[in-house]
């Protein structure tokens, strides 16, 4: 049926009940569906719609019909559609005026507008308000559901976003924070600077709405805080305010580098002020895990202590005037001769103790070169 043949049954008009904007509909197509609204003060022209449009071809139940924008308004906040049809000039609160409203409260929320040729300007100004279709009266069905197959097209994208979005947030989450906030205790300002950077530049291809980025920015810099030291952490919360002032990623960005930049700095000031602490620290970790066959200077750093491994061994070299990699080896020859002389442990027992894991040929080469004996020709003179 036409929009210009004249409809005699009633308008499909209720009350939302739909807590969602996408409800199930039992139908051939089968799925959710997009809750569409109709508005307009001209019963023919809502009943024609209602009536000729093939809703669920484009993924859509019309839900319901208003005779203004006041009662549009009402329905729209007792249960927001996915899409709203409305006239431009209607009594009361027009089409404008209910634009304008809804995006306030669900900007979300997309629309199709109607209009006459007098109301251009109206149109504009709705566009103004990010509506970007508008169909000239007098319109037929094609041109309406050519409209509707566009938002909702949209829609499905704008869904499949931030359902990407959603996704990358969370792994980024569960994988990153820790690894950043590990990079930030570590005091290492480059590797903090590419991991923020990296992010943004995947966010980027992702992020249409700058609310989004906002939340996700703020979610990375919530991390980061928390590797600050406590007394600091007040200080650099107040900081988060600057982020509702920004209006591109780039500023997100460029703030959230400051933030990760400043709480960096402190760290490595006090890895430069406390270089004993550090090494009674690497020393007492040595002890502890001279068992591992993974332990060296890397994985102390990194692992355990959340420190640069080049800082570290320039460190522990001017500290211990003896290389990492020397002292290692020594404490572990140490024990290894102590276990050798005072127990009755096989060599490969030995081996794995003082971390040379099940390689006791390699264990025994060393041994040899570091005491001149085999191992076990060592038990037997010592004996």
């Known amino acids: 049926m036409g929009l210009s043949s004249v409809v005699s049954s009633k308008a499909l008009r209720f009350r939302f009940t739909f807590p969602v904007r996408k409800i199930r509909v039992e139908s051939g197509r089968g799925g959710l569906m997009y809750k569409t609204l109709l508005v307009d003060d001209e019963r023919i022209i809502r009943e024609g719609i209602a009536q000729s449009v093939k809703w669920l071809d484009y993924g859509c139940a019309l839900v ?36 304008e409203r809804v995006k306030q409260e669900f900007p979300k929320i997309e629309f199709i507008i109607l209009s006459g040729y007098g109301e251009f300007e109206f149109a ?55 690894s950043m906030s590990n990079l930030v205790k570590r005091g290492n300002r480059e590797e903090v600077q590419l991991q923020i950077n990296d992010y943004f530049q ?47 990623l ?29 090494i009674h620290q690497v020393l007492e970790l040595i002890e502890d895990n001279l068992d591992q066959e993974e332990l060296s200077l890397k994985w102390l750093a990194q692992e355990l202590l959340f420190m640069n491994p080049d800082y570290l061994g320039k ?43 099940n390689n006791s040929q390699y264990f025994s080469q060393v041994f040899k070169k570091y005491t001149g004996d085999a191992p076990r020709e060592y038990r037997i003179k010592k004996a």
């Open 315 to 357: 460190l522990f070299k001017r500290e211990m005037q003896e290389k990492f990699s020397d002292y290692l080896l020594r404490v572990r020859m140490e024990k290894a001769i102590k276990l050798v002389t005072t127990t009755n442990f096989r060599i490969g027992e030995i081996a794995e103790k003082v971390g040379f894991g």
């Open 124 to 178: 504009k100004q709705a566009m103004s308000y990010g509506v970007r279709h508008y169909i000239l009266k007098p319109c037929n069905e094609q041109k309406i559901s050519e409209a509707l197959g566009t938002v909702v097209k949209e829609l499905e994208q704008r869904t499949s976003r931030e359902l990407y979005l959603t996704r990358m947030i969370d792994d980024f989450n569960k994988a990153n924070y820790e």
């Open 64 to 99: 319901g019909t208003a005779r203004n924008g006041l009662e549009a308004y009402e329905m729209i906040r007792e249960s927001p559609p996915a899409i709203v049809i409305t006239d431009i000039k209607m009594p009361g609160l027009d089409g404008l005026a209910l634009i």
């Open 202 to 248: 995947r966010l980027d291809n992702v992020v249409a709405d700058l609310g989004e980025a906002k939340t996700s920015g703020l979610g990375l810099c919530k991390a980061i805080i928390q590797a600050s030291p406590a007394d600091q952490r007040a200080e650099l919360i107040e900081k988060l305010n600057v982020f509702a002032e920004m209006e591109t």
């Open 250 to 278: 780039e500023q997100i960005r460029h703030g959230l580098l400051a933030i990760a930049d400043e709480i960096t700095k402190v760290y490595e000031e006090e890895q430069r002020r406390q270089p004993n602490k550090w």
